[in-house]
């Protein structure tokens, strides 16, 4: 028979996704104050901006006869996105970097991690993540089922260790893929996307409070436009004025997405901690059965056996 002394044993169990939920609330209601605004109020300026081009942008296009689908308002469309949607990742990342501080129990310095998150390496390794991810999306989509949870500790290993690149996204992935008690509820991997489900879900359903309000005007007008047999040059010019209304259900938003995020963050960072130091308490127990082998270490001064 094996001597369980034999074998290194983790220093303590993984945490249950219950629990991680719990932690990860009461980590966002104590650092709230300090953390959010410095993220939140930033970015809803720039939803603000955003929704004000885009009102301009369509009512230019609208007071022109024929202009109303013109392709110019497609591309600048997509370039605004794309433009917001960089800066946004920007901040979620100065979020990130201090929710990994605060759950280090080291001081949150905002602009610091707004410095952290406009570096360059980091900005590197964001570009390598997403290219990943939208490479499993275009694997038939269910491939991000898997990759965008085995990646999910990218960003907090990049604040945490400062490891960046290929290095970062392969550090991730052993984490994530860590489990040696074969346990499947308990790899971080289920737990990574069993938090993405969360996140998503209380996302979509808080924008969906804020924005439906704003929407309902706007769809009862269409088709009172279009009930009452109004051309399509009418329809959209009666659609730009809409376009200003839903500049504050974009700031709503913006700002909604922001806590919601402030709390994925710090599950995330809990999850990496977990992880790490099972992982590392189980090579460090697994060391010392090499070196001392099932007994206990010898005594100071003890010759090794």
Known sequence: MTDPLSRPRLPFGAMPFSMLLDEAMRHTRRHFKTIYPAVAIPLALLAAATGVLQALWFQGLTSRTGLGASPLWSVQTILLGFAQGIVMAIGLIALQKAAVDATAG?????????????????????????????????????PVFYVAPLLSLVPVIMAEEQIFGGAALSRSAALTRYNPQGRFFET??????????????????????????????????????????KDTAATMGSMSKWFWIQIPSQILQSLTT?????????????????????KEGSDLAAEIHTVFGSGPPPLPGEPLR
């Open 106 to 142: 080291r001081p949150v310095d905002m602009k610091e991690a707004w410095r952290f998150a406009v570096r360059a390496p980091v900005l590197g390794t964001l570009f390598l993540h997403g290219l990943a991810l939208i490479a499993s999306v275009l694997a038939c989509l269910f």
């Open 188 to 229: 971080p991997l289920v737990k990574a996307l069993a938090l993405m489900l969360v996140t998503a879900v209380i996302s979509y359903a808080v924008a969906f409070l804020v924005v439906l309000p704003f929407q309902i005007p706007m769809f009862i007008s269409i088709f009172r436009d279009a009930a009452a047999g």
């Open 258 to 278: 922001v806590a919601v995020y402030l709390y994925a963050a710090f599950g995330y960072a809990l999850l990496f901690f977990d992880a790490r130091s099972r």
